[in-house]
């Protein structure tokens, strides 16, 4: 293996970590990888009973989503930054636009626009199906264990 395929090979992969079924509150909540780029990434919720804030109308709990955009968003920052890097959530502010439908997956899309040496800048979305019909907004910052570069 040459050096350009052992940069490629330490390269962070999500589908690949998702796959391993990493032990975690994301395993338990059923959070799963559906799709990323560069510096993006959407996880995915499958609706489940154990979800469910609301028994009289079956709508998911907001604490579910949170966890799952605090997932997304970190991915993103280790999509942009080419690895998995210890970061803890400095800020994550979330608004709710409305709840989710009942029976539906909820999709958790993050993306990374800005990185510093210890500050890591996102934002995303979460959606039930329609990206122009949000269920939820966010922005957060991460900062890094020792530093991103």
Not at 31 to 43: C, K, N, P, R, T
Not at 82 to 110: C, E, N, Q, S
Request: contains cysteine.
């Amino acid at each position: 293996m040459n050096e350009d395929e052992a940069a490629g090979a330490r390269r962070f992969d999500p589908k690949r970590l998702f796959e391993s079924r990493f032990a975690g509150h994301g395993a338990t909540l059923g959070i799963d990888y559906h799709d990323h780029g560069s510096d993006w990434a959407e996880l995915a919720l499958p609706y489940a009973e154990k979800l469910i804030g609301d028994p009289a109308s079956g709508v998911i709990a907001s604490g579910p989503i949170l966890a799952l955009m605090d997932m997304a968003t970190s991915v993103a920052v280790w999509l942009k930054v080419g690895m998995f890097l210890p970061h803890a959530t400095l800020d994550l502010r979330i608004d709710y636009l409305r709840p989710a439908k009942p029976g539906g997956t909820v999709i958790g899309r993050g993306e990374c626009y800005r990185i510093t040496r210890s500050v890591a800048f996102v934002r995303g979305q979460a959606h039930d199906g329609d990206p122009g019909d949000p269920v939820a907004n966010v922005a957060a910052t991460f900062m890094a264990a020792e530093s991103y570069r």
